[in-house]
């Protein structure tokens, strides 16, 4: 794009009081990591690289299907035809949007290995995930490296967020001690989810980003903001009496970063809604893709882009569609039992 003043397009931006030109350059030098580019983590990127951020990395695990284009904003169905992870589709799009904006896509699976890496350079954390361990994990990296995030989730029609600061608000753990049990909150699964909360909740969560980075900090949300579109309803809940819990809070008091330091990097994960199972082998090099697509060619079509290798199978007369990223992980469809994904990753993967 040419223009004679590089600042003109975040001229609107700039005009915003708390922004300034002053506010528009910290927010241009910044640098930020996005954990998960799926619904709210699309709708975060985008605001952002249009916002004029100086480099942003895109972490996500996941490949594109048709189930998420209701919702995830940068994706369309040519993305879907092309088999690409969400992280290099939502890549090509955010650098058509802004060509200034350095962006970085990481094809991974986010755990404790590789967080602290991941995060280490950036001066803000965002969460675009949907899981809870993901933000234990943030929550640790964020009080260890004395980095903000910013929390939000959305299932159904209702949302929340809140804006973690280490040292002057409270912690995730402080507010949720412990990740909610197996049952005890929707998923999207159970409860489906509306676009409109997740672009109310992401946008949140970009406003808090763009506080941040101006250094505007004074002006961030301090409370646990919870809204239902559906019954129209929002609520703020008063959660800093809870910083530190009374010297007690794992995390940020007794600085413990128990999710960090220990044994959540799980070998296999369900995947929330989709009747799949990711199943996680470290290897010390890449997965030869044409060697197995030979290996697997006799028992089915087998396709490849440089991203991933994709097949079907029929064992025990259940089908099963396998997505093969060159890291060694698979998402495995048509199951949602751990044991069974793991013996059938063995059988047609290999170890
Ligand atoms: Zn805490």
């Not at 619904?39 to 916002?51: H, K, M, S």
């Not at 369309?76 to 890549?91: F, G, H, I, W």
Request: hydrophobic share 40%.
């Amino acid at each position: 794009m040419t223009s004679d003043n590089p600042l003109e397009r975040y001229s609107r931006q700039m005009r915003v009081p708390g922004i300034g030109k002053a506010g528009q350059q910290r927010i241009l030098a910044s640098r930020v990591t996005l954990c998960g580019v799926g619904a709210l983590g699309t709708v975060l990127a985008n605001t952002l690289v249009r916002a004029g951020v100086g480099h942003l990395r895109v972490i996500d695990r996941d490949f594109v299907e048709p189930s998420n284009l209701q919702r995830q904003v940068l994706f369309d169905e040519s993305d879907v035809t092309n088999n690409l992870p969400k992280a290099e589709a939502a890549a090509a799009k955010l650098r058509a949007i802004n060509s200034s904006v350095q962006i970085e896509p990481v094809v991974a699976d986010i755990d404790r290995t590789n967080i602290e890496e991941l995060c280490r350079d950036a001066d803000l954390i965002l969460d675009g995930t949907d899981n809870f361990e993901v933000r234990y994990l943030i929550n640790d990296v964020s009080v260890k490296l004395g980095k903000p995030w910013v929390y939000g989730g959305a299932v159904g029609t209702e949302g929340m967020t809140m804006t973690i600061v280490p040292g002057e608000t409270p912690c995730l753990r402080c507010v949720f001690e412990a990740s909610p049990g197996p049952g005890e909150v929707g998923t999207c699964e159970t409860a489906g989810v509306l676009a409109p909360i997740v672009s109310i909740v992401a946008s949140f969560q970009a406003a808090e980003a763009l506080k941040l980075l101006a250094g505007k900090a004074d002006a961030i949300n301090r409370e646990l903001f919870v809204l239902n579109v559906w019954e129209n309803t929002s609520r703020r809940v008063k959660v800093a009496p809870l910083k530190g819990r009374k010297g007690q809070c794992p995390c940020c008091a007794l600085r413990k970063f128990e999710w960090l330091e220990g044994e959540h990097g799980t070998q296999t994960t369900t995947l929330c809604g989709r009747n799949a199972v990711q199943v996680t082998q470290r290897r010390a090099a890449a997965l030869d893709f044409a060697a197995l697509a030979k290996q697997l060619s006799a028992s089915g079509p087998v396709t490849a882009n440089r991203f991933l290798l994709k097949f079907g199978v029929t064992d025990g007369e259940e089908p099963y569609e396998f997505t093969v990223f060159p890291d060694g992980r698979a998402i495995i469809k048509g199951t949602d039992d751990p044991d069974r994904a793991r013996t059938l990753y063995a059988k047609y993967v290999g170890h």
